[in-house]
């Protein structure tokens, strides 16, 4: 009762009189518009902070309770030009969202088609026989075409983040194509300045632009599948029926979200069961993969716990509804890979600093490229200027300019700097390694897990219940009186146990009262974790528990010591009984390692992680021989109540921990851990104090979730290093720093195509964790 109240505590005081909202944010096209939706956000009374995921369109916000209303917060977005509403998290709603990013692809398809009819004609201008095709009003035609058609969208967004003063990558683009076009027009209208006409770079940089961000929409439209997949699982509808036996009653289809606890639904072979509840009628096999990544269907008769959004498979089945809606398994899943999906890496808050300032500070040095290739460069380096300047398309300007030279660099400078990569380099990686962990039955609580993970040193496992099956037998029943008998000694130990739900406790219980036999009456129970237990049983008073417990209530043991250090010895756990304040006898019991215990063992070792035990037994030996661990990794005689300090002193010494285990009393040490990861049989207090929960009771997949964690975040690094790279690179480039001793000058179109290339590469990065997980 006290871990589970201090539990309660720890909860209470992380989220004091707070709430969180969901929103879906349109309009973002890049990591200055995630700053600016997040500093919009976080600017309004009453929020306390805000998460913004680009690739998911999503904002999640914590504010204090019942001051701030989500509606609110979506129209204060709107009116700053980010189209938003709140998430209601109904099935209806996700798939309007989902069909929505599928039509905003195909839109993308189109234009980028239309864009690329305009690019061949235009080189087609340049390069072929026919002189209508040359003329420059042609041209004209084309690069406005390009403007009012594929590319009105880009100018339009552009201009409505300038006008909000939250200028985005739309913005640089827009000002670049703009720029090139009014300043062909000028040279078109009046030849006698002797100015080249480029309409080309304007229908080149749209077109590179266009067909960069379709491939970027794919790549994130896939990134996010996993969790479409998730929510595609919800059911619609239930097959209600009044009656637990199938053939008893008819059934009648209603909305899943109208069931309620308590009343039963019918499930035919080839159905989703719509709801988490318990077989009553029937046998079957359910596909339960979308939950553990079992490929394998799992029986399921009467008694057995079903999960709603798994499919049944051959049998007619009733189930008795224990859960609905929000409550769900699958829901719960859901909303943990939707969290994690949002959370950040501390590592991002570098991007979104630079992020916050970078579009102005690219028009700040398009502006300065400009001034100084006009007023100094030409000065300078007359002879580049005035000559045909090579460029990396192998044409050439046909001027003398500087005023084109100069207008040709800042344009330039102002498209090839990305913001798209920077602010997708994160998110797009998280999407693809949670998304991918979910399938799986990993489910990893966001970017801040993955970058921990990625600093581990020490893994350190619960024994009873994570390491073993949490199902011990009992080897030996040794009565040290003469007047106890093996039998009355077992009656005695279960009738006290029977106030407990303790695994040793069951075992006694079940042995006790086999061949028919029942449990002696037992009352006035006494019980402290990690000790024993006191009661009363027929008239006599019993204890059951450690040597501790006994010497606690001054009843000397010594006389099992002998016994004692034998059944040890085999690593086998020792309960003592006494009666009336004597010794009566010692009850050994054996609980068997995992499968996959030894390898996940030697799997986490073979990684670069020291592997630990926390167990309550006396001997390092009873866990040390089966798994191949030093005594000095194992830590013995850990109460239920001392775990969370035994993770503490490893941490003092500098290590990063690791901490897997499944039971309410593992809750404060999994909070505690640098990571905290808990199984799937674990207790709801367990797994939402866990940083990640397996959904396999399966050992090897700690392995599965380390490596998956550890090469996101690889990913996450090496995004945000070419991101970093190519804007730190490709910027200076665009301003001419290669002119003068190479005369290498980027033109606007080879730029734009450069910046595509770089969003595409993040995002098809962030992909490839889904055919690899090392």
């Not at 866990?623 to 775990?643: C, F, H, N, S, T």
């Not at 207090?685 to 929960?693: F, G, K, N, Q, S």
């Amino acid at each position: 009762m006290q871990v589970t109240d201090s539990q309660e505590t720890i909860s209470q005081e992380k989220l004091p009189h707070r709430e969180t909202f969901t929103l879906d944010v349109g309009g973002m096209k890049c990591a200055g518009c995630v700053k600016a939706v997040e500093n919009k956000l976080t600017q309004h009374p009453g929020v306390v902070s805000a998460w913004v995921n680009l690739p998911m369109e999503l904002a999640t916000v914590e504010c204090e309770a019942d001051t701030v209303e989500a509606e609110g917060l979506a129209k204060t977005l709107t009116e700053a030009g980010f189209p938003s509403q709140p998430r209601l998290g109904n099935t209806s709603q996700n798939k309007d969202i989902n069909a929505s990013r599928r039509q905003e692809i195909r839109a993308s398809i189109w234009r980028l088609s239309l864009a690329a009819v305009l690019i061949v004609l235009s080189g087609w201008g340049h390069f072929g026989q026919i002189p209508w095709l040359s003329n420059m009003w042609f041209h004209w035609g084309l690069a406005t075409a390009t403007l009012l058609l594929p590319g009105r969208t880009i100018l339009q967004d552009g201009w409505k983040g300038w006008w909000h003063g939250n200028p985005n990558m739309n913005t640089l683009v827009g000002l670049g194509a703009m720029s090139a076009y009014a300043a062909s027009c000028v040279a078109l209208w009046f030849p006698q300045l002797g100015w080249e006409c480029f309409f080309d770079e304007p229908v080149m940089l749209l077109g590179f632009i266009l067909f960069g961000r379709t491939l970027e929409q794919i790549a994130r439209y896939r990134a996010v599948s996993s969790l479409s997949s998730l929510l595609s699982l919800k059911p619609t509808t239930a097959r209600l029926v009044n009656h637990p036996e199938a053939d008893s009653s008819t059934s009648v289809e209603v909305p899943a979200d109208r069931v309620r606890v308590g009343e039963y639904v019918r499930v035919l072979p080839g159905e989703t069961i719509p709801v988490d509840g318990e077989v009553v009628w029937g046998t079957t096999a359910v596909d339960e993969s979308m939950l553990t990544g079992e490929s394998l269907p799992a029986s399921k008769q009467t008694g057995d716990r079903v999960t709603g959004g798994t499919s049944n498979q051959s049998g007619v089945v009733v189930v008795r509804v224990t859960q609905t809606g929000e409550d769900t398994t699958l829901s719960h899943i859901i909303s943990l890979v939707e969290n994690a999906q949002t959370r950040k890496a501390p590592v991002q808050k570098l991007a979104d600093t630079v992020a916050g300032y970078f579009t102005y500070g690219v028009m700040a040095i398009a502006a300065v490229t400009f001034l100084f290739w006009y007023f100094l460069g030409s000065q300078i380096w007359p002879e580049i200027v005035a000559a045909n300047v090579p460029t990396l398309t192998h044409t050439a300007t046909q001027t003398a300019s500087p005023l084109l030279v100069s207008l040709k660099l800042s344009i330039a400078v102002l498209v090839i700097a990305c913001p798209c990569a920077l602010g997708l380099a994160t998110p797009t990686a998280i999407l693809v390694g949670t998304g991918r962990g979910a399938e799986k039955g990993l489910l990893i609580k966001g970017g801040d897990v993955l970058e921990r993970v990625r600093h581990l040193d020490t893994v350190v496992f619960d024994k009873t219940g994570t390491l073993t099956t949490g199902k011990p037998t009992i080897t030996d029943c040794l009565p040290l009186t003469d007047e106890m008998t093996r039998d009355r000694l077992l009656q005695v130990a279960a009738a006290a146990e029977s106030g407990t739900s303790h695994p040793l406790a069951t075992t006694m219980q079940a042995a006790a009262t086999e061949n028919g036999k029942t449990l002696l009456p037992a009352q006035d129970f006494h019980t402290e974790p990690g000790w024993g237990i006191r009661a009363t049983v027929e008239t006599d008073r019993v204890l059951v528990g450690t040597s501790d417990w006994l010497v606690k209530h001054e009843i000397s043991v010594e006389a099992a010591a002998e016994k004692v250090a034998a059944l040890e010895a085999a690593g086998k756990t020792v309960a003592y009984v006494a009666v009336n304040d004597a010794l009566a006898g010692v009850i050994a019991l054996s609980d068997r390692l995992k499968e996959g215990a030894v390898e996940t063992v030697k799997g986490l070792q073979a990684m670069g992680l020291r592997v630990m035990v926390l167990t309550g037994d006396r001997t390092a030996e009873t866990v040390a021989a089966p798994l191949g661990l030093p005594r000095e990794d194992i830590m013995v005689q850990v109460p239920p109540d001392g775990k969370a300090a035994a993770i503490e002193a490893i941490q003092k010494n500098q290590h990063r921990v690791a901490m897997v285990g499944d039971g309410i009393n593992d809750a404060p040490a999994l909070a505690q851990a640098d990571v905290g990861i808990s199984m799937s049989a674990a207790t709801d207090v367990a797994m939402e104090t866990a940083h990640i929960t397996l959904m396999r009771d399966c050992l090897t997949d700690a392995i599965a979730a380390i490596r998956l964690s550890r090469a996101t975040f690889r990913k996450i690094r090496q995004n945000l290093f070419w991101a970093l790279i190519y804007n730190t690179v490709g910027i200076p480039v665009a301003a001419g720093v290669l002119l003068p001793g190479w005369g290498i000058m980027l033109n606007p179109s080879t730029a734009g195509a450069l910046m595509a290339f770089s969003s595409v590469s993040v995002a098809v990065n962030s992909l490839l964790l889904r055919s690899s997980d090392r």
